[in-house]
T-cell receptor
Framework: DAGVIQSPRHEVTEMGQEVTLRCKPISGHDYLFWYRQTMMRGLELLIYFNNNVPIDDSGMPEDRFSAKMPNASFSTLKIQPSEPRDSAVYFC?????????????FGPGTRLTVL | GDSVTQMEGPVTLSEEAFLTINCTYTATGYPSLFWYVQYPGEGLQLLLKATKADDKGSNKGFEATYRKETTSFHLEKGSVQVSDSAVYFCALAPYTGRRALTFGSGTRLQVQP
């Protein structure tokens, strides 16, 4: 089975440009999470969805960030306009979430560099 | 709010040495506890977990015991290998409510031959 798929794996862009990160969760998983990893702040949750509905977006840094999940097999994280401080690795994870102790399955991440 | 504290890294060991990575947590109720591992250039993978007090999670020679009295979940391995070199994250999930994981800062382990 394919795991969580993220694209692109690497993205280099210039400040002010729009960036869109994509995620395909594991089929049948009804929870999807977006995390960001930086040296300064470690791993932090940005937003998560349950059955395609955003449940908690309290980690989204500011209005420049938006996330959507139009269907059970696809989610996007958009940054517009991008800034150098957005440079990080962005991970998507999914889980069959009936109970809180289910394993979260992580994608390989998208390494974003904003110049 | 919930939080996880891990020992600072990097931890550098020789092959076959004993490993301990300390993890303590703050949470209300009865969280589930996890250790995830991240190899270079990859996403995180679950290493082991424990869902209630006194449970021991184990996998690939790694062990951790859920100690509610000391709010700890220390990771141990009796004999590390070069292939264990990675970053290890302690994490918790609350029993109810918010479903996302709260991670510690990660501990980098370097094993030398």
């Amino acid at each position: 089975d394919a795991g969580v798929i993220q694209s692109p794996r690497h993205e280099v862009t210039e400040m002010g440009q729009e960036v869109t990160l994509r995620c395909k969760p594991i089929s049948g998983h009804d929870y999807l999470f977006w995390y960001r990893q930086t040296m300064m702040r470690g791993l932090e949750l940005l937003i998560y969805f349950n059955n395609n509905v955003p449940i908690d977006d309290s980690g989204m840094p500011e209005d420049r960030f938006s996330a959507k999940m139009p269907n059970a097999s696809f989610s996007t994280l958009k940054i517009q306009p991008s800034e150098p401080r957005d440079s990080a690795v962005y991970f998507c994870a999914s889980t069959p979430g009936q109970v809180s102790y289910n394993e979260q399955f992580f994608g390989p991440g998208t390494r974003l560099t904003v110049l | 709010g919930d939080s996880v504290t891990q020992m600072e890294g990097p931890v550098t060991l020789s092959e076959e040495a004993f490993l301990t990575i300390n993890c303590t947590y703050t949470a209300t109720g009865y969280p589930s506890l996890f250790w995830y591992v991240q190899y270079p250039g990859e996403g995180l993978q679950l290493l082991l977990k424990a869902t209630k007090a006194d449970d021991k999670g184990s996998n690939k020679g790694f062990e951790a015991t859920y100690r509610k009295e000391t709010t700890s979940f220390h990771l141990e391995k009796g004999s590390v290998q070069v292939s264990d070199s990675a970053v290890y994250f302690c994490a918790l999930a609350p029993y109810t409510g918010r479903r996302a994981l709260t991670f510690g800062s990660g501990t980098r382990l370097q094993v030398q031959p």
